[in-house]
């Protein structure tokens, strides 16, 4: 099985990520070296599953964040302390700090969805759960942090036919417009808890978004760049070499070669002529 991904689209992908994969990192525990060295293996552990066993990696971007939390595991030496970026800023020290003490799997979930801007599928991928399990950590997440940050906390769910991650979703504007999300919509414009709730998301999701990046150095990215271009470039198809395949696949192919079927098309005029023959004589 090979994967149709192309040595560009693994590069973009890793090119507009990498920043938030070594934040990532260091929100992880990792320290700054240690985080370079996570982007970078994360990265190129990706192109070598895609290469080798793509049925790993179910999504590009997904799959980059999955890998980058398994080297973390590996190489981190401690919880986080918010590093010079976000000390000018006293609500983002205190997010960042918040944001530390989160189990390793809420933190990374709020991380995906709010600070790095991922899909709930995306996410899912990354933290190997379903969407609706990580819907339900992302949203238990958001509230630790409001708790954590601003002393509020929502009024129990209970007696409420109302998950808490559908009611993430609803706040950021990701649940679809039917099913048992109209239902929900309905009954949380007329529930002062449900209410409470999607404040508290929203008041979540605003604190994330505004969390810094913990970026590269500039030319410590630019050679793990080159690195994992050269990379994908011996391993991946070139973009030229997957759209020749996926138009090649586009048409049905034959169950049987064209000469089978030569060769009996023969073989039924063959016999047609004998029977037709064999027929003129007994008359």
Known sequence: MRALVSDADLIGVVETQVDRVHDAAMRLGCSVDEAYQVAQDAALELVSDLATQPETVGDLVGGL????????????????????????????REVAEAVSELPERRRLAVLLLDAYGLTYAQAA???????????RTVALGRAALVE???????PP?????????????????????????????????????????????????????ALPVLALDPAGR???LERV??????????????ESELAGGSAPRPLL?????????????????????LLQGSG
């Open 65 to 92: 964040y999955a890998r980058c939390r398994a080297v973390s595991r590996t190489l981190r030496s401690g919880a986080l302390t918010p590093g010079p970026a976000v000390v000018g800023d006293e609500e983002a």
């Open 157 to 209: 769910l209970a007696g409420h036919d109302v998950a808490i991650g559908d009611l993430g979703q609803l706040s950021d504007g990701s649940a679809p417009a039917g099913g048992r999300f109209a239902g929900l919509r309905q009954h949380a414009s007329g529930c002062a808890t449900c209410a409470q709730h999607l404040g508290v998301q929203t008041r979540g999701r605003g604190m994330l978004a």
């Open 229 to 242: 271009g050269a990379r994908a470039a011996a391993a991946l198809p070139t973009v030229d070499e997957v």
């Open 125 to 135: 991928v990354a933290l190997e759960l379903d969407v609706a399990e990580t819907a």
């Open 148 to 154: 954590s940050v601003d002393e509020r906390v929502a």
């Open 257 to 277: 070669p064209a000469w089978v079927w030569v060769a009996a098309l023969v073989v039924a005029i063959v016999l047609g002529v004998l029977i037709g023959l």
């Open 222 to 224: 630019g050679e793990l």
